[in-house]
């Protein structure tokens, strides 16, 4: 089954402390992206990748980091989550780009920073 | 990268037709538009592109006028299950994406 999976599901940690939510999709696709949304706020676009070792900056990147060293593979990293970092993250990937492709997005990751 | 501007919320009844507009003026010759569909807690979820003309699809239709400063999604026949945020995207391969708010459909019996 296509799919995009992340992990984990839910988390509650502390602030300072390191985090990483992965990322992986089975549908060889070259484009993945993190979304974060928030309340009043929709959903803004983190960080994108167009293909192994390519990424860019979204609207939101401060405070994140991504690599993309495997194509199925786009973690999120937190180095010092803060509370502001709370919300809900959404990774997704596309055939190529996202402009003129559609997006098939994971469940979503809901973190908690205390 | 084009701005849309859509509806903040719609209220329709089941079994209607349901039109929401989405205004994007600055659209480039690239651009495609597409759809999202989102249930709350969940990811969004693909309904339909185009580029000019209509697309037609199993759930919706999207009619994309000439000048294509605007288009609009189309869903026959809501059912209560169709009570979500629909978000218009305008953009190319490369783009950054902006979901924007979204329009909040809201359907009654």
């Known amino acids: 089954e296509a799919q995009v999976t992340q992990n984990p599901r839910y988390l509650i940690t502390v602030t300072g402390k390191k985090l990483t939510v992965t990322c992986s999709q089975n549908m060889n696709h070259e484009y993945m992206s993190w979304y974060r949304q928030d309340p009043g706020l929709g959903l803004r676009q983190i960080y994108y990748?167009?293909?192994?070792?390519?990424?860019d900056k979204g609207d939101v990147p401060e405070g994140y980091k991504v690599s993309r060293k495997e194509k199925r593979n786009f973690p999120l990293i937190l180095e010092s989550p803060s509370p502001n970092q709370t919300s809900l993250y959404f990774c997704?990937?596309?055939?190529?780009?996202?402009?003129?492709?559609?997006?098939?997005f994971g469940d979503g990751t809901r973190l908690s920073i205390l | 990268l084009a701005k849309t501007t859509q509806p903040i919320s719609m209220d329709s009844y089941e079994g209607q037709e349901v039109n929401i507009t989405c205004s994007h003026n600055n659209i480039a010759t690239n651009d495609y538009i597409t759809w999202y569909q989102q249930f709350p807690s969940q990811g969004p979820r693909f309904i339909i592109q185009g580029y000019k003309t209509k697309v037609t699809n199993e759930v919706a239709s999207l009619f994309i006028p000439a000048d294509r400063k605007s288009s609009t999604l189309s869903l026959p026949r809501v059912s209560l299950s169709d009570t979500a945020v629909y978000y218009c995207?305008?953009?190319?391969?490369?783009?950054?994406?902006?979901f924007g708010k979204g329009t909040r459909l809201h359907i009654l019996p």
């Open positions: 990748s167009m293909n192994v070792e390519v990424t």
């Open positions: 995207l305008v953009g190319d391969m490369g783009d950054k994406i902006i």
């Open positions: 997704a990937s596309s055939l190529l780009g996202a402009g003129n492709q559609p997006q098939h």
